[in-house]
């Protein structure tokens, strides 16, 4: 049991961490102190053609050279500094954050339609196999996740989340049930890009996991959430599916379902489940995906965990509760219920 | 006595609970809550004589294990609302979450709108105590799911069909489903079977179409044409039997 919001502004007027961070909090029963995070969207408009990577450093006299080299290897770093973080009584800082505002040398990467991404990827995984004691946990371009080991109002307020502004944001109160609680277990977890949250537990993870590590991917956190930003990467950046075919091989109907489809939707439906059967996701889940353009929410198909959508002009919210989103926006509209399987998704037209 | 009012903007459910037990044991027969927003478990386990009318979304499990109380929601509820409540009623002017009347075993819930998945799971009912649920619009998949008891009722007051998902009734050995407008054979659940109404299931469930009408000041006359109605229930009385290994 976790608790799960995200907002996306389709103007992309920005808003500031308060909201969410109150938002998060109605949710405390659904945590258990062991780890809360914020992704915002649009934070970093004065580095927003640079990749901002976000690390975890356990000593930073003994890991930072090796990161610092890596990086000085593969392109350029404009910018790093400590993320500003403020002492409180109750969290204690077992790590060190740290961000980089990094440009990759494409001409490393001659062979790539996506060179830039690919050099960033190659880091991340590296950096989280073979640096012991650094952990790269955002490494999207003009966003930023943060996390920590603590509750919602913790976690803000140790990063100060009222600082940032972004046109969509999500956020994360955990409960962590089969693995332990620690800074890099907490949600969001992002690739690149795509940033996920995630309540429930994906018990295909094993299936998931070797099929991902078949192209590239390494799982170093510990937790079943981290596959799905990877999937979703590979579904979405490399094999270039549409949002909604990729949640559908994600999260198909049924068998019986698809067997009774007119034949063009059922062809479809079939191919999907036959190329990515591994990609399938089973176990009881609600997840909300983002990039900067959108923002996407889906249930497994059985519906065992909860997703309620909302509306107030450009704003779009998910949450598992109604009353988390009406405590960010008391104004909103029209309150939906998304059916099992099938996304709710907002795209910015701005 | 007159109806103490409780403005619950910011408190926690622990000491709003409290605040209503305590009154309720000091003999307040009416309770107001202003300005809620997710408290869980409102009146929680609370029993007796008192009627407590909630303004705001409160949060999930609203009056569970009650036994007595009288609960009126201005505005949705979430998950769960009546989850294993013995006794007394809980009326929603709106929508509700998943698991509505989750466990059941008493007492009553109208929605005036639509609810969730899994509603009406593992109802039961023993003797004198038959729970009902009464929902105006529509419900989800898995209806029902596992139900060993009570009366589930769908208005379909909304045009569309009353249930268009999957399971409705799977796993049902006890109670019954009854839907207006009727119900697309796929969406059965395994161990679930659709049957007419008799005339003592009609009488029973005229009553609870106008208990709804009465709840939600609305006429009850569409509602009230025998012919619409199906009733769903269980296929036999063990329909899993096969499904041991010892047997």
């Known amino acids: ?350 | 006595m007159e109806e103490l009012v409780i403005d619950a903007a910011g408190v926690h459910y622990t000491p709003l609970n409290r605040e209503i037990r305590a009154a309720v044991a000091a003999g307040v027969k009416r309770i107001r809550l202003e300005n809620v927003l997710g408290q869980r478990f409102i009146a929680n386990g609370v029993r007796g004589d008192v009627a407590i009318e909630v303004h705001g979304v409160p949060g999930g499990d609203l009056g569970m294990f009650m036994s007595g109380p009288r609960i009126e929601v201005f505005g949705n509820a979430e998950h769960a609302p009546g989850n294993t409540m013995d006794a007394g009623e809980i009326v929603v002017h709106g929508s509700a979450g998943d698991a509505v009347g989750h466990s059941m075993r008493g007492g009553r819930i109208f929605v005036e709108g639509a609810i969730g998945y899994r509603g009406g799971i593992h109802m039961k009912q023993y003797e004198g105590k038959r729970p009902v649920l009464v929902i105006g619009e529509y419900a989800r998949a898995f209806l029902g799911e596992y139900m060993a008891g009570g009366t589930v009722l769908i208005l379909a007051r909304h045009g569309g069909p009353a249930v268009a998902e999957r399971g409705l009734g799977s796993g049902i050995h006890g109670g019954e489903i009854v839907l207006r407008g009727g119900v697309d054979p796929v969406y059965l659940g395994a161990g679930a079977s659709e049957v007419a109404l008799t005339d003592e299931d009609w009488e029973r469930v005229l009553h609870l179409v106008r208990e709804y009408a009465r709840h939600f000041g609305v006429d009850p006359a569409p509602f009230e044409r025998r012919d619409e109605y199906i009733r769903i229930v269980p296929a036999s009385a063990r329909p899993f039997a096969s499904k041991y290994a010892w047997e």
């Not at chain 1, 997840?287 to 249930?299: K, L, R, Y």
Request: with cysteine.
């Open chain 1, 1 to 350: 049991m976790c608790g799960i919001i995200g907002v996306i502004d389709r103007g992309r007027e920005t808003m500031d961490g308060t909201a969410i961070r109150r938002a998060l909090s109605m949710m405390n029963e659904r945590g258990s102190g062991e780890g809360a995070g914020y992704v915002a969207y649009g934070c970093y408009p004065e580095f927003k053609d640079y990749f901002a990577l976000h690390v975890f450093f356990d000593n930073i006299h003994e890991t930072k050279p090796r990161v610092d080299e890596l990086l000085h290897e593969w392109g350029r770093v404009v910018h790093d500094e400590e993320i500003p973080t403020w002492d409180l009584p109750r969290l204690r800082k077992v790590h060190t954050p740290w961000r980089y505002f990094f440009k990759p040398d494409t001409r490393l990467m001659p062979r790539s339609i996506t060179p830039a991404e690919e050099i960033v990827t190659e880091i991340v995984m590296r950096i989280n196999t073979s640096v012991e004691g650094a952990l790269v946990f955002s490494s999207g371009r003009n966003l930023g996740v943060f996390k920590a080991a603590g509750w919602p109002e913790e976690v803000a307020d140790f990063y100060r989340i009222e600082d940032y502004e972004g046109h969509c944001w999500l956020a994360h109160n955990r409960y962590p049930t089969n693995t332990p609680g620690w800074w890099g277990g907490a949600h969001p977890f992002n690739l690149l890009d795509w940033s996920v949250v995630h309540n429930g537990e994906i018990t295909s993870y094993g299936t998931n996991r070797r099929y991902i590590e078949s192209f590239g991917y390494r799982c170093t956190m510990f937790t079943d959430t981290e596959v799905v930003a990877y999937l979703v990467d590979l579904l979405v950046r490399r094999h270039a599916l549409p949002e909604e075919l990729a949640v559908t091989a994600l999260a198909p109907p049924f068998w019986d379902e698809i067997d009774a489809m007119a034949d063009g939707r059922r062809r479809l439906h079939q191919a999907l489940r036959l190329t990515y059967g591994s990609a399938m996701m089973n176990g009881p889940f609600a997840i909300v995906v983002a990039n900067q353009d959108s923002m996407v929410a889906f249930t497994d198909r059985s519906k065992l965990r909860p997703l309620v959508g909302a509306e107030n002009g450009d704003r779009l919210y998910v949450s598992s509760e109604e009353a988390a989103i009406r405590a960010m926006d008391p104004g909103i509209t029209r309150v939906f219920m998304p059916r099992a399987g099938e996304p709710i998704i907002g795209r910015v037209v701005a």
